[in-house]
């Protein structure tokens, strides 16, 4: 039973992922946010998670658009990814080595993001689903944005207190 026939099933398939990953993102952000005491990481979290909640609206809003259902599916690439990110919350390590592994495991999870909104937003683009596509490149620069400032923070000081 070969359901993806085309690259408009293909691009419903991959927002159903996306949709998913950002659902259990905003499971997994407060428990980041919780376990670390650097203000400016916290506060990076506490952001992403507003954001993400946001996004994921912003995909009810595509999938609407689009005429499909945003269902029921399970990442399960984020799946692991979180609990990556859990790993490091349970990890016997400084405060100052958890953050930087809060951070590591952080950005895994954008560049997983940014690499399927940059493939959504392209088939959209590609489909001359015009608003559709707007809205995922918007999610796009919001995910490169807090992958640039977990960069900042990381090469900014948390990295050099872990040492
Ligand atoms: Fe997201």
């Known amino acids: 039973m070969s359901k993806l026939k085309t690259l408009d099933d293909l691009l419903e398939h991959q927002l159903k992922d996306l949709y998913s990953a950002e659902k259990q993102l905003i499971e997994a952000l407060p428990k980041m946010a919780k376990n670390t005491e650097d203000a400016k990481l916290k506060q990076a979290f ?11 609206a912003r995909l009810e809003k595509v999938c609407e658009i689009l005429g499909i259902s945003p269902g029921r599916m399970k990442c399960k690439a984020m799946e692991g990814l979180v609990e990556e990110g859990e790993e490091a919350i349970d990890e016997e390590a400084t405060p100052e080595v958890k953050d930087a592994s809060l951070i590591a495991a952080a950005q895994r999870i954008e560049h997983y993001e940014i690499a399927g909104y940059g493939t959504a937003a392209h088939y959209a683009e590609r489909l001359g689903h015009t608003e559709a596509a707007a809205l995922l490149r918007q999610t ?12 900042k923070l990381a090469k900014g000081y948390i990295n050099a207190k872990a040492e």
């Open 140 to 151: 796009l620069e919001e995910e490169q944005k807090t992958d640039t400032l977990l960069n």
């Open 46 to 56: 506490e952001n992403h998670l507003a954001e993400t909640q946001e996004q994921k």
